[in-house]
């Protein structure tokens, strides 16, 4: 899977714009994905995101969206950003909380802010606007996508708040999502500068003794882009080639002592970089393993061991990591990104702790999802259009507002999905997870809300509409991608 997913990225850069007729880079959003630092070691700690905590079912957390003034590997930059930091909080509730979160534009004006953000209109089309709008989507949550909860066709003009109120339910799914600014036009652009943070949903599987024991670290991987003066202020460096950050930290050390079990909350909060993750001694000459709990917050049925895991961008992932042999190690995102951390097994050992394998609670909504549920199925074309504004399509078309396909609520769907063009798409849809019929490399039977569908390839899923009427949207989660149109909306209607 791992070959076949990197073989276009590593295909060098002019052969690969010939073979596209020379349409640039940057519209394709495919050359962030050649550095290689190697294996370098820092020394600098993993620090982990402040934590906002639920208290008596509920929590309440203001999110600033501005503009900061910080560093990142030594460099002082001048990003977007929440609450002046590289990531923002990491919000802890558990499944039948209620999530309250103010979202208050601090960003300057831009005189961009009052074009139409939503609408293709002649004279604009799906061109990125409007850095300076925006709002908040929870990413991989099944939640309302009205107003005010996951409504992401609310725009925030600069000095303008809103109060988000989402009730998240009982049976909600435990793992690892996070959220982030999700406004067409500007997502790649604020989502790039930094402007995510993670965010924990708890439940059954956290109480399994075993992995409430486990020391958790939140492994939260970006690539903010900026030029030479620190600022990111033009859309075309977002394709270009920097480096990866885990937790607004460059190549940080992760300690963890002989016997002892930690739980990492993996998310690939990237704009647009596919990371293929492992655990190797230097050279690669022995990897450590890891026990897979969950992928993009949904319980295995059972745990998993793993040597390297393949997360596109928007993929979640909680694992089990057991400190063995004492050693340096390395977490390496893949060929093209080398090292991201530093892992130190110390020799100072504690008391031998059981590393987790067996069988994990899932909701019913995670049910294997047969031929013979399926209510209606659709094809999806995944295309380019080449010309003077060049565009991404579903179907031909490139997003707008008000075109959104109509389905009944609880209705089973089964989607037949092409990928006509020489580049990945990594898909994801609102609101509701799917499961993994064939393609993409994937287990089928594998419940996801963001999966890569490589080049020239058809990928078959289903998934249930269920709990919540309202529009939403799927997308291509290469936000370079989405913000030139290739992203769709869906409405939720009763049956």
Sequence with gaps: MNDKHTSLLNMPRRRFLQGIGGVGATAMGLGACTATPGWI????????????????GELN???????????????????????????????????????????RNDLPFSPYDGLCLTKPDPSIDNTPRGFNVTN????????????????????????EHFD????????????????????????????????????????ELDDIPEIKAAEEKVIFIQTQRFDKDGKCESFSILNNEDKAY????????????????????????????????SIQTYRYTT??????????????????????????????ADVLVKGFDPGTYFLVGGPDYGTLATVIVEDEAVPDMSLYAGPLPTAPELAPIPESEVTFGRRLDFDFVYGEHPKFTINNQPFSCDDTWKVPLNAVEEWDVYNHTAYPHPFHIHVN?????????????????????????RIKFRTRFLDFTGKYVFHCHNLMHEDMGMMQGVEVIES
């Excluded at 020394?43 to 639920?54: A, R, Y």
């Excluded at 050390?253 to 930690?262: C, M």
């Excluded at 993996?266 to 993750?277: E, G, I, K, Q, R």
């Excluded at 996801?448 to 490589?454: C, V």
């Design 41 to 56: 070691y820092t020394g600098e700690p993993l620090h982990q995101p402040e934590v906002e905590q639920s208290r008596d």
């Design 433 to 457: 997870p799917f499961q993994v019929v064939s393609g993409g490399g994937i287990d089928p039977g594998t419940w996801l809300d963001t999966m890569e569908f490589p080049p020239f390839q």
């Design 61 to 103: 957390t203001k999110v600033i969206a501005r503009m900061g003034n910080f560093k990142l590997a030594g460099k002082e930059v001048f990003l977007r950003c929440y609450n002046n930091k590289p990531l923002g909080n990491t919000l802890d509730v558990r499944a039948g909380d209620t999530l309250k979160l103010t979202l």
């Design 246 to 277: 885990i937790n607004g930290q460059y190549q940080p050390v992760i300690r963890i002592k002989k016997g002892q079990v930690q739980r990492w909350r993996l998310v690939n909060a990237s704009h647009m970089v596919p990371f293929d993750l």
């Design 164 to 203: 988000y109120e989402y009730h998240i339910p009982k049976t909600h799914p435990p793992g690892t999502y996070f959220y982030h600014a999700h406004v067409h036009g500007s997502t790649a652009m604020q989502v790039a500068s930094g402007m995510a943070g993670c965010l924990i949903v708890r439940g």
């Design 136 to 159: 908040m989507h929870l990413h991989g949550l099944h939640v309302s996508p009205k107003k005010p909860a996951d409504d992401i066709f609310i725009t925030l003009q600069s000095g």
């Design 287 to 316: 990897t450590m393993p890891m026990t897979l709990l969950c992928r993009d917050g949904n319980p295995l049925p059972a745990t998993k061991e793993i040597e390297s895991l393949y997360m596109v961008a928007g993929n979640r």
